[in-house]
């Protein structure tokens, strides 16, 4: 809570540095995605994430979730300004580790002004800090990331077995009606994990596979938008599944999208009106008295998948960092009836409509 309060009261005591608000960079079609460079930060854009999904297995064969998220956001301060106390980009952190043995989410959070080598986003490659918390990529493309949370501690390595996975057109990733509600944005899917998990002073040795994110964009999102509905899954044949939907305030559909690839890297998109989402159980939170269609059916094409969660308590409050509070788990899934993989389903806007 002590990084909330810190940096109000540096938005409020450095007033002065606030004059006309930025111009942030366009999100474009058409941009060809540079990597490394794009595996960096980009401080030009309003927002971006790194954000790790995955499940592991312990040595006793229990089977856990895990995610790392870590966002940095512009403020409205003067870009310009040179004092190295001016709070022009924030490193916000999200930790949490799903265990059907504790039957809830544990899950931590950090947020501070970028600054003092204490918290970055570096550009040209992944290296993003926040204290004792990290991920940073090797130039062998294997990432490093340690967390170091109030319940838990994480430290992995994460080895690509795949190529980048470039989302929407080449990297350019529709999320509304308007050509301008967009990201640039990629995926690594089937991340090999190895490392340990300590709780209570126990370190555990853990395997798995994991699910990387990296987008960026300077756009809202549409201002009828409540939230949105997104899973991943590396599957069990080698192929990869990305999906979601933007839901509007008035229960309908913004818009929606997904892409498959299968193990061979071929890609098959879907346009809005070939990706559906159906709820078909929700589970009922007693701490924010929110229902979340935790057992989803999602229809891509022709093909229909069959959503469950690991358990159904996996709500993650980030009011004290990010502002929202969401549910974000560990999932099965089926394809067509029959068994196809894991993976992590997002739901967003369901306590209260996203603040945008």
């Known amino acids: 809570m002590r990084y909330l309060w810190i940096l109000l009261g540096w938005l409020i005591l450095q007033g002065s540095l606030f004059s006309a608000p930025p111009q942030f ?16 930060a980009h401080p030009d854009y309003r927002i971006e994430w790194w954000y790790v999904t ?9 089977p856990l979730g ?26 916000v952190a999200h930790a949490a580790l799903s ?10 959070q950090k ?16 290296d993003v800090r926040l204290d004792d918390w990290f991920l940073v990529r090797e130039a062998d493309g294997r990432y490093h990331t340690q967390i170091e949370a109030e319940d838990f501690t994480l430290a992995f390595s994460l080895t690509p077995s795949q190529p980048l996975m470039l989302q929407g057109e080449n990297g350019f990733s529709r ?35 994991a699910w990387l994110d990296r987008e960026w964009s300077s756009e809202y999102l549409d201002p009828d938008a409540a939230g949105w509905d997104w899973i991943s899954s590396s599957l069990d044949d080698g192929s990869a599944l990305m999906a979601f939907q933007i839901r509007g305030k008035d229960g309908g559909t913004i818009w929606a999208h997904a892409i498959l690839r299968d193990a061979s890297g071929q890609i ?21 008295q929110t229902d979340y269609p935790v057992a989803t059916r999602i229809r891509t094409g022709e093909t229909e998948w069959q959503i469950t969660p690991l358990m159904d308590d996996q709500e993650l409050d980030s009011r004290r960092s990010s502002g929202a509070v969401y549910w974000e788990g560990a999932v099965t899934l089926t394809r067509d009836g029959k068994p196809a993989g894991r993976g992590y389903m997002e739901l967003t806007g369901y306590v209260k409509p996203l603040s945008m």
Do not use: C
């Not at 999100?27 to 990597?35: C, E, T």
């Not at 995610?67 to 924030?90: E, G, W």
């Not at 265990?99 to 931590?108: F, M, S, T, W």
């Open 175 to 209: 999320k509304g009606p308007r050509m301008e509600q967009a990201s640039y944005y990629y995926s690594e899917p089937h991340l090999q994990v190895n490392g340990t998990i300590s709780r209570q002073g126990k370190a555990m040795p853990v395997t798995g596979s």
């Open 66 to 91: 895990f995610q790392i998220t870590f966002f940095r956001v512009a403020t409205q301060a003067d870009q310009d300004n040179p004092s190295h106390f001016a709070p022009k980009q924030l490193i």
């Open 99 to 108: 265990d059907p043995a504790i039957g809830k989410l544990q899950h931590d």
């Open 111 to 126: 947020v501070v002004r970028e600054g003092f080598d204490l918290a970055y986003a570096r550009t040209g490659d992944t």
């Open 268 to 288: 098959r998109t879907f346009a809005p009106d070939q990706v559906s989402f159906h709820p078909e159980r929700t589970w009922h939170s007693t701490r924010t």
């Open 54 to 62: 995955g499940w592991l297995e312990t040595p006793a064969g229990k």
């Open 25 to 40: 960079a366009p999100v474009l079609p058409g941009k060809i995605l540079d990597f490394p460079q794009d595996a960096g």
